[in-house]
């Protein structure tokens, strides 16, 4: 009553469950259950990578109070909302609890911030945004930034593909994972990297061909 048509069309569309409630019934029974299993896993594994990353980035360099500040920002951007997520889910699995949820949305949203952490969160690009020199931190031994871009999009690959393949997700807002990580990859290139137009026009087609391979 007090939102525009409009806006509230917009809204329900995020609500993908069924209006026959036998079939939402029957979705929650089998296919819900799947997903949080398979949420919980993905969850797990991303936290352990978080902790196995970091314990062998203190032990491959001699760490400052500047890298302390970096490593310190990555590892909670990668441990966060992947162990609240497990957290969740497993309230829900073990005691029952969130039975009302929208799931699907909740984990569309997680995956969403994958997207954007996998770029934004490599070390390699977290140094520019605390606004210190590659060379000067990390013994001058982090690299060239193509090779922290080809990590980027292979963490892309792998999130989109989990997504799509062992995800029982029904969500039209999938979409929201690639198009967003690609969307993030061209910022950094244009905020952090200071790309030219070429590349930037670049950038773009391959937020616009996310889009398209999900059609």
């Known amino acids: 009553a007090f939102m525009p048509p409009g806006i509230v069309q917009r809204l329900r569309a995020l609500d993908t469950r069924f209006d026959d409630s036998r079939e939402e019934a029957d979705y929650t029974a089998q296919l819900q259950g799947e997903l949080l299993r398979s949420s919980l896993?993905?969850?797990?594994?991303?936290?352990v990578s978080s902790v196995i990353?970091?314990?062998?980035?203190?032990?491959?360099?001699?760490?400052?109070?500047?890298?302390?500040v970096?490593?310190?920002c990555q590892q909670t951007m990668w441990l966060a909302i992947p162990a609240i997520l497990a957290l969740l889910v497993l309230l829900r699995l073990k005691r029952g609890a969130f039975?009302?949820?929208?799931?699907?949305?909740f984990v569309v949203c997680c995956l969403v911030y994958g997207a954007i952490v996998i770029v934004l969160g490599q070390t390699y690009h977290l140094t520019r945004v605390?606004?210190?020199s590659n060379r000067g931190a990390w013994e001058g031994r982090l690299g060239a930034s193509e090779e922290h871009e080809v990590w980027s999009l292979l963490g892309l690959n792998l999130l989109s593909t989990v997504t799509f393949f062992q995800l029982r997700i029904r969500s039209v807002l999938s979409w929201l994972v690639p198009v967003a990580g690609a969307l993030m990859f061209t910022l950094t290139r244009v905020f952090l990297m200071?790309?030219?137009f070429s590349q930037v026009l670049y950038m773009f087609a391959l937020v616009a061909l996310s889009y398209i391979a999900w059609n």
């Open 41 to 47: 896993g993905a969850a797990v594994v991303a936290c």
């Open 53 to 68: 990353h970091g314990v062998a980035t203190v032990a491959e360099y001699d760490m400052t109070r500047s890298t302390w």
């Open 70 to 72: 970096i490593l310190a």
């Open 99 to 105: 039975k009302e949820w929208n799931w699907e949305v």
């Open 130 to 132: 605390f606004g210190i």
């Open 194 to 196: 200071e790309a030219g």
